[in-house]
Nanobody, 126 residues
């Protein structure tokens, strides 16, 4: 069993930055980790993913060049550095994990992810 807990959300002005963190309890070795987001009235949307080793990383086009995902397996954490935030980035951000040894390139479906955190709210004001 893996339990995930996000932190770091908040209110920020457009153009600002936030760093989200996801702490995992339980063994996450060989787990791919990802961030998704869900805005009110919209479907859950893929943001970024990293393979268990960190050697394979994939971003949604909407955040590429602005967001950076990273993980620290020694600390069982995965982070999402968000720069140049836009009002359309406003959403609840959720951390997710799934057993996977392989590449995460192109893997944007949420149905493959087994474990989810409760989410943290990010609000970007214009």
């Amino acid at each position: 069993q893996v339990q995930l807990a996000e932190s770091g959300g908040g209110l920020v002005q457009a153009g600002g930055s936030l760093t989200l963190s996801c702490g995992a309890s339980g063994r996450t070795f060989s787990y791919a980790m990802a961030w998704f987001r869900q805005a009110p009235g919209k479907e859950r949307e893929f943001v970024a993913a990293t393979s268990w080793s960190g050697s394979s990383i994939y971003y949604a086009d909407s955040v590429k060049g602005r967001f950076t995902i990273s993980r620290d397996n020694g600390k069982n954490t995965v982070s999402l550095q968000m720069n140049s935030l836009k009002p359309e980035d406003t959403a609840v951000y959720l951390c997710a994990a799934r057993r996977s040894w392989g590449s995460v390139v192109g893997e944007t479906s949420d149905v493959k992810y087994e474990y989810w955190g409760q989410g943290t709210q990010v609000t970007v004001s214009s």
